[in-house]
């Protein structure tokens, strides 16, 4: 009977994951741990067979399996995508309200040679830490929108911008949480425009779950007539029915693109008695489908319990609109 139930479990969990049917605590949550959950179906399966339970076993050999299909791939690299045109090099960080360094943050900025970078939980005193670090010096145009409570965003670019349309230049959206989310047109040179927006939805915490839902539901969809990159902290990971949503308006995720899908971002410190967890990726960078990845990686920002996520995105000035099927 045991066995039935560890399977029935799995069985339950796999067909949520499958579907994209996750809604409300705890189911939310322990989606972000589908990575983990392949593994214990496998070890169900091995204690099964030991036990001769074959139905328990077969059942918790299918999940592994079908667990399996949707995690391995984030480890497979494509081919090069390097194309000829223009070379852009973003990079997101959370940098949790002030605590982050933010004169770490710059002169790893300076290291990976960074054009744009997108800051989400962007204080006054964080901006106030940024600007005495001389990101300017690197980055001298800039959209920010900085908060209180970790509603704020920014960003930095080496390259022109244009804001966002909106009440507010540049806050292409804020969410009914209070969540701000600085946008812009970069314009590259040698590639044209690039629509790019600092994303932060709220976190999925007990009794938020709709709210973070429809934040998702509301970030832009790719296939518009300039290229678009989303970049930030999305509190949520490729196993989350919504954010499987936004890729499939026309987007990639860059790091599963380069087989480094299952590398964390959080959390990395512990932080008002937060609970140890076991390692998530919450932070993304999507790129429009007509843009080239290359390299991907991710980097420690000192006093932050977020990875920052970098990635070099290949773009070409001929660059239009996808075609939509019929």
Known sequence: ??????????????????????????????????PYIAPIALLAAVAAAIAGATGPWLVCILTWAALSAVVVPRLLATRSEERPGAVLRVMTANILYDRGDMAALVKQVKIDDVDVLAVQELTPGA???????????????????????????????????????????????????????????????????????????????????????????????????????????????????????????????????????????????RWRGQRTVPWVTLDHILADRRIGIGDTGTRTVPGSDHRAVIAELHLT???TAPRTEE
């Open 1 to 34: 009977m045991v066995l039935w139930g560890v399977a029935a479990v799995l069985a339950g969990f796999t067909l949520v994951r499958l579907t994209g049917s996750e809604r409300g605590t705890p189911l939310v949550q322990i989606m972000a741990f589908t």
């Open 127 to 269: 901006l106030d830490a940024l600007d005495a670090a001389g990101v300017d010096g690197l980055l001298p145009f800039r959209v920010t929108h900085p908060a209180r409570h970790g509603h704020g965003s920014g960003l930095f670019s080496r390259h022109p911008l244009t804001p966002a349309d909106g009440d507010k230049p540049g806050l292409a959206r804020q969410h009914p949480c209070g969540m701000r989310q600085a946008g812009a047109t970069v314009h590259v040179p040698g590639a044209g425009p690039v629509r790019i927006e600092s994303v932060h939805p709220c976190a999925p915490r007990p009794g938020h779950t709709n709210c973070w839902a429809r934040d998702l539901a509301a970030q832009p969809p790719a296939g518009g007539a300039v290229p678009q990159v989303l970049l930030g902290d999305f509190n949520a990971t490729l196993d989350h029915g919504p954010l499987r949503r936004v890729l499939r308006t026309g987007y990639r995720d860059a790091a599963a693109t380069r087989g480094r899908g299952l590398a964390p971002t959080w959390p990395f410190q």
């Open 317 to 319: 000035s001929t660059t």
